[in-house]
């Protein structure tokens, strides 16, 4: 029996999975960041290729952690609205601190600040973090799951022959259908 035995090994030790997890996850969403000029910029934005069970393993990370980014962005819309325009540490950003004014942005935001902590505590990268909580979070705001996508790749992997599989996250590289176009019927009764 298979009793609490969830979850594939890996091949590792648990503390090496957890740190392949992660790595897959920063793989996963630095592939967003905007990367105009670099030599190794992604060939697709928000697409990885792995093997397919690291893809099922990752896949409920990443969707705890877009969860996550998403139900910041209301507190983070609440926040913006209570900030203050001014530069920081000017003395109009200074009166803004002392007022009333910004205990309610405060209160606004610390729940997003403690969505961003958690999102940290899982990834461990604060680049990472930036870029779900920035870019990702808001593309997903009306989306209530199922962020990402695994798709199988037809060669296997050189070497071992590991089913290879594209992990993505669903919308930016979505699959656009396009109808066929219906023949026009030609009446050559009439004639």
Known sequence: MRHRRKGRILGRNPNHQRALL???????????????????????????????????????????????????QKHLAAAAALASPADRNTSTWKQWRESDQWQQWNKAISPAL??????????????????????????????????????????PRLGDAGTRVILEFVGKNGRKRSKAVKPTVVDDSEE
């Open 22 to 72: 992660r790595n897959l996850v920063i793989g996963l969403l630095m592939t967003e960041r905007d990367a105009d000029g670099e030599s190794n910029a992604p060939a697709v934005p928000g697409r990885i290729i792995t093997t397919i069970d690291k893809a099922k393993e990752v896949r409920p990370l990443v969707e705890k952690c877009v969860t996550l980014a998403r139900k910041a």
């Open 114 to 155: 403690a969505l961003r902590r958690r999102a940290l505590q899982l990834i461990g990268n604060k680049e990472a973090v930036s870029i779900l909580f920035n870019v990702i979070g808001p593309r997903f705001e009306d989306r209530d799951g199922g962020y990402t996508r695994i798709l199988r790749l037809s060669k």
